[in-house]
């Protein structure tokens, strides 16, 4: 048993839709959620930059004793996510992993469809992710660039948003893929465009709660279920402008977003990483 | 639903553990099991070879019309797993990731001992597997050459087999691993040696189990357990001596191996594999 909180973190407000998934799956647990949206979005931004944020992330995370670290950020996870657990003392998940393995559980015909932002469709770390579970599956991804810009605006219903997921989706439709992941934490907001678009035989796979459910197993699993009987505690933190937190987190994650507090970047950490402990001893 | 059974192949019994594990988990599933003794142990064979015979049992098994493919072993896992997944039509499933991805989970100090045969330490394929999900792990490998035999003698527990537990496990033990992955299907027939010695606090980490768990979960998530009220069909069949795989059989399986069918090699198949429909396609 373990009561520490589960830390969070994204470039804005996106990873609140997989906090909303933590929470409905895990109830008693406490979160601590850092957005970035002073700097976010990180997808225009080199690689070895966003590496370096979500390494000061993970430090400022850990130094506040959290017990898992969670990267709801695509571009996030596919940049920094192996340095952030080889510099870390507890497990760090990421986004990319957990919606591979549902969509390769899900399919029936192993033809799998990925939508994302151009960085994570780029990096390629679904298809790697995917086939290491299936070598055999065929994947079809696309980069759907401007619809992130839809849910920021709120805009996640009507005809131009469907016009837009019409546009994006059709080839996937027409080569026949029987699940899609929905590889960004902006699109599960999307979801009912996108299910209806793509229609009911086409099952879409969340990473939000892909990583959800990965996040209890492997709590349940390390016995670090939280045990307390006390309301678990939810605090959210962000590097920018607060109004626009509060009002965007409200909208992606529900009135549980009462009170954002503004960290100062660069964000406050012991520089107490211990020196990367990957090793393989083979004994003679 | 899917009345089919599920296939499972080793080069000899040991598999049969993973047909119990998926047995006690998926109590109303048919289950097909071919046990290649006439060419195991697979071990000291090339890997090319190795992975001729994953693919020619694979064909065979899919011949007979099983829904999903278990390569129960872990040198043909190492050898041929992703060559059959991109031949095959149904999912194929190896013993390693599970195992891999189960010590990733369980594992407090992040430091997860493996044993397994020369074959498959030598192929580093848990540290592959491990490192792909928690690239901050250390990862404390050790083949255990004998230990497959004394299991294969019937010598599970007294005085030699603890003697030669602790010689391989030791330097384990000192390294401080609080999970140990048993990566050979017939180590859990140890479980009760290899546990007293490792002691209370290391978690073992059985391919069976884990294999079993994710096999229900990928029919499970497929609409693909079975639905019939009839009771299931067991079937085990063998390339070699039949006295030998029934007597070995029941001491790894149990009384349900009755009868075990002797099949010629080389195995009739349809020869109908699909070229490997392995490809990504990114739209524009």
Same mark, same amino acid.
């Given at each position: 048993m373990n009561d520490a909180p589960i830390g969070v973190?994204?470039?804005?407000?996106?990873? !609140?839709t997989v906090v909303r998934a933590i929470m409905s799956r895990l109830p008693h647990e406490s979160i601590i959620y850092f957005g970035d949206n002073a700097r976010g979005p990180y997808g225009p931004r080199p690689i070895q930059e966003v590496r370096d944020f979500a390494l000061e992330i993970s430090g400022f995370l850990e130094d506040l004793g959290v017990?898992?670290?969670?990267?709801?950020c695509n571009s996030a996870t596919s940049a920094g996510l192996l340095e952030v657990q080889r510099r870390c003392r507890v497990p760090v998940l990421g986004v990319v992993e957990p919606g591979a393995r549902g969509a390769v559980q899900a399919t029936r015909n192993r033809r799998i469809g990925v939508i994302g932002t151009v960085v994570t469709i780029r990096s390629r770390a679904y298809l790697r992710a995917i086939r290491a579970l299936d070598a055999g599956a065929t994947v079809i991804s696309r980069a759907c660039p401007t619809l992130v810009d839809f849910v920021e605006r709120g805009e996640v219903?009507?005809?131009?948003?469907e016009a837009e997921v019409a546009k994006y989706l059709s080839p996937l439709k027409?080569?026949?893929?029987?699940? !899609?992941? !929905?590889?960004?934490?902006?699109y599960p907001l999307l979801r009912g465009v996108i299910g209806r678009f793509m229609g009911q035989e086409v099952r879409l796979i969340s990473s939000d709660e892909e990583v959800a459910r990965e996040v209890e197993e492997n709590l349940r699993r390390r016995g670090y279920l939280r045990a307390s009987d006390t309301p678990p505690n939810y605090r959210f933190m962000c590097s920018g402008d607060v109004g626009q937190a509060v009002s965007l987190g409200r909208f992606f994650l529900g009135p549980e977003v009462e009170e954002v507090e503004?960290?100062?970047l660069p964000l406050a950490s012991s520089g107490s990483f211990p020196k990367g402990h990957l090793s393989e001893v083979s004994c003679p």
């Open positions: 973190f994204d470039s804005g407000v996106g990873g !609140l017990k898992i670290i969670v990267i709801a219903e009507g005809p131009r948003v027409k080569r026949g893929v029987d699940t !899609l992941v !929905l590889g960004c934490t902006h503004r960290v100062e």
